[in-house]
Nanobody
């Protein structure tokens, strides 16, 4: 199984920013849709942001629209999630996943990272 490596989490105050990274040495992420999922304690996993491999389109759930940006650096084989204006409700474990298409359920993603904790609190 291909393992993605996600990183960049940490603790930040409300209004702060973090940049998450997703990479691997095993596959070329350029050819996959990559979604950042998050899961808070006691809550369901939700897809936050996705970048398509086909047309480069990006997608964001309504709660992060305008605050989060997903992007690729193919030379680095890395997908980023820039998170600005962070809110306490953004606190969760964030995990990247690669699969054929954006906007699929988690079961349709082939490769996963292990997750990185994001904590937003005063």
């Amino acid at each position: 199984q291909v393992q993605l490596v996600d990183s960049g989490g940490g603790s930040v105050q409300p209004g702060g920013s973090l940049r998450l990274s997703c990479t691997t040495s095993e596959i070329s992420l350029e050819y996959y849709a990559v979604t950042w999922f998050r899961q808070a304690p006691g809550e369901a996993r939700e897809g936050v942001s996705c970048i398509s491999s086909v047309d480069g389109h990006t997608y964001h759930t309504d709660s992060v629209q305008g605050r989060f940006t997903i992007s690729r650096d193919n030379a680095k084989n890395t997908v980023y999630l820039q998170m600005n204006s962070l809110k306490p409700e953004d606190t969760a474990v964030y995990t990247c996943a690669a699969g054929p298409f954006c906007n699929n359920p988690p079961s349709r993603y082939d490769y996963w990272g292990r997750g990185t904790q994001v904590t937003v609190s005063a």
